[in-house]
């Protein structure tokens, strides 16, 4: 096959690339269509300084406190000045933000963090879905993308001298080998390298774990913000029941004690890495934690949370009568490959954009809402710089194309074990013997694999990265917490440390 530009990915990231890069000729991967991403299950909302006395640099101000002395002044500003244009890019793709119901403009919440209500949501709780569904329709309706809907990436062809596409393979079949000009990488994160996870299941990460063995820079790999409160259950990944329950008054009890009220003075309205960490200590110490909804839910409130209704009651479960049990869950890399404010990475022909590339907005701690916004934000820059510049001549590089390769089987052992150890040892409390076993322990298992387990082998060297990251910072910082390093270092902050010592 053969293409201008190929993105791989067809969430808010590669979905704005590729619309804005008309006419471009554009591939566009979506394996397994339009619901097999992380945009769909966005709950929450997409944050934009555009409320009564708000502005850029006030929405700019809590990103850079949430991102806890690591985040990008450049790119904060660059990306939450380009809010506006984002969400008017949204509405003429289709998408309607709820209203406010006494006036004109659209609904804003508050959520933590934001000094200000900011967030707009479409469909009350389901507002990624509304957006995946109006760029993809959009999509399916413009004749310079193809949307190809099962070829998934396993290998990009080239290196520091220039990528010239990929090798694909087709739903269990054969391998595909596909010429770019330029190739934009927009695969999501990295949630499902973790047993416990809120990702679907094509967030592992393999855009990241591409463009780490075509050794493209990447940044803040040990940065995994965890979700305190995910459905306990056998799902995979695990429903979210969203922070919005505990502001509107759900407890967190483990054996029957409100625990948050000894961790910290905010208690359960404490910011997300603070709660996850102590519902991680709860279960180490044995107890089963459970989320207390039933004010909420055996009162006309329910109304407001339908997603978190459906979880529990799919799952047998009655969150009027009884609390519910949750667990923390691996929700968002900050971490990534190293992109500009187009989108450019340091390899030529390579682009990327979304949770798997990284600009410093988030530095160690996400501000909630911020990532749809940075993933359209990104994407649509990359998309508009991709239909202003002069393409590549492109290259039929065949020789790097990969013959051998199998799909991996979700069931198979050595990926479950893989993720188990990720869940055990990159959790929200991390340690350095810990951290230096397990890397000892996959090195030693990546070596055992087949030459055709590329899936499986990539996915391991991400997490051995991301692993050997997590050692290297001995300090805590946003959503890492070393056990053993209790306290941020100072003289790491800013946002160039992310970047420094991930190098080291
Ligand atoms: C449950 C949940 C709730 C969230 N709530 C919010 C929220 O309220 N607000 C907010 O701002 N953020 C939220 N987030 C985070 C946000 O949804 C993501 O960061 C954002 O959607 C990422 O967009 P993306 O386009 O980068 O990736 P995705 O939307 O995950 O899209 C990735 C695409 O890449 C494809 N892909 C992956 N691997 C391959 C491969 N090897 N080959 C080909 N294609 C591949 C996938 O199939 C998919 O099409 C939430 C995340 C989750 C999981």
């Given at each position: 096959m053969d293409t201008e530009i190929l993105v791989i990915g067809a969430g808010a990231a590669g979905l704005s690339a590729a619309l804005n890069a008309a006419p471009r000729r554009v591939l566009l991967l979506a394996p397994e269509g339009p619901e097999a991403s992380s945009t769909e299950l966005a709950k929450g909302g997409i944050a934009a300084p555009v409320g009564q006395g708000d502005s850029v640099a006030l929405h700019a101000a809590d990103t850079l406190r949430a991102a806890d002395h690591s985040g990008s002044e450049s790119m904060t500003d660059a990306i939450i000045g380009a809010a506006v244009e984002a969400i008017d890019f949204l509405e003429r793709a289709g998408m309607r933000f709820d209203a406010c119901g006494d006036g004109p403009g659209p609904d804003l919440?508050?959520?933590?963090?934001?000094?200000?209500?900011?967030?707009?949501?479409?469909?009350?709780?389901?507002?990624?879905?509304?957006?995946?569904?109006?760029?993809?329709?959009?999509?399916?309706?413009?004749?310079?993308?193809?949307?190809?809907?099962?070829?998934?990436?396993?290998?990009?062809?080239?290196?520091?001298?220039?990528?010239?596409?990929?090798t694909a393979l087709r739903n269990g079949g054969p391998t595909v080998v596909i010429h770019a000009a330029e190739t934009v990488l927009a695969t999501g994160g990295v949630g499902q390298l973790f047993a416990a996870t809120t990702n679907p299941r094509h967030a592992a990460g393999d855009g990241l774990a591409m463009a780490l063995g075509a050794r493209a820079d990447v940044a803040g790999l040990e940065f995994v913000q965890f979700h305190p409160t995910a459905l306990q259950c056998g799902l995979d990944p695990l429903p979210l029941l969203t922070e919005a329950l505990r502001g509107a008054g759900a407890r967190l009890t483990a054996n029957g004690v409100r625990f948050m009220r000894n961790v910290d003075p905010r208690g359960d309205l404490a910011p997300r890495d603070i709660v996850a960490r102590a519902v991680w200590e709860e279960q180490h110490r044995g107890h089963a934690v459970l989320l207390d909804a039933t004010a909420i839910f055996g009162s006309e409130r329910r109304h407001g949370f339908p997603a978190a209704l459906a979880a529990c009651v799919v799952q047998g479960l009655d969150p009027a009568h009884a609390p519910v049990p949750v667990t923390c869950a691996a929700h968002f890399h900050m971490g990534g490959i190293v992109i500009t404010a187009e989108g450019r990475t340091s390899l030529?022909?390579?682009?990327?954009?979304?949770?798997?590339?990284?600009?410093?907005?988030?530095?160690a701690n996400r501000l909630a809402s911020n990532s749809l916004l940075e993933a359209v934000v990104i994407g649509a820059a990359a998309g508009k710089a991709l239909r202003a510049q002069?393409?590549?001549?492109?290259?039929?590089?065949?020789?790097?194309?990969?013959?051998?390769?199998?799909?991996?089987?979700?069931?198979?052992?050595?990926?479950?074990?893989?993720?188990?150890?990720?869940?055990?040892?990159?959790?929200?409390?991390?340690?350095?013997?810990?951290?230096?076993?397990?890397?000892?322990?996959?090195?030693?298992?990546?070596?055992?694999?087949?030459?055709?387990?590329?899936?499986?082998?990539?996915?391991?060297?991400?997490?051995?990265?991301?692993?050997?990251?997590?050692?290297?910072?001995?300090?805590?910082r946003g959503a890492h917490w070393r056990s053993d390093f209790a306290v941020r270092n100072r003289r790491l902050d800013g946002a160039g440390a992310l970047r420094a010592t991930h190098a080291a």
């Open positions: 919440h508050l959520e933590a963090g934001h000094s200000m209500p900011r967030v707009l949501h479409a469909d009350g709780d389901r507002t990624g879905a509304a957006i995946q569904k109006a760029l993809f329709a959009q999509a399916g309706a413009s004749a310079h993308i193809t949307v190809c809907r099962d070829l998934h990436a396993i290998a990009l062809h080239g290196g520091s001298d220039g990528v010239t596409g990929i030529p022909g390579l682009w990327a954009a979304g949770e798997a590339a990284f600009t410093g907005l988030h530095g002069k393409l590549r001549a492109r290259t039929r590089n065949a020789h790097a194309a990969v013959h051998q390769a199998a799909p991996l089987d979700p069931g198979r052992i050595e990926w479950r074990r893989l993720r188990e150890l990720m869940w055990t040892v990159m959790g929200p409390v991390r340690s350095g013997p810990d951290l230096a076993a397990a890397l000892g322990i996959l090195r030693g298992a990546r070596r055992r694999l087949d030459a055709a387990d590329i899936i499986l082998r990539q996915r391991h060297a991400l997490a051995e990265a991301m692993i050997a990251a997590a050692l290297a910072r001995e300090e805590s």
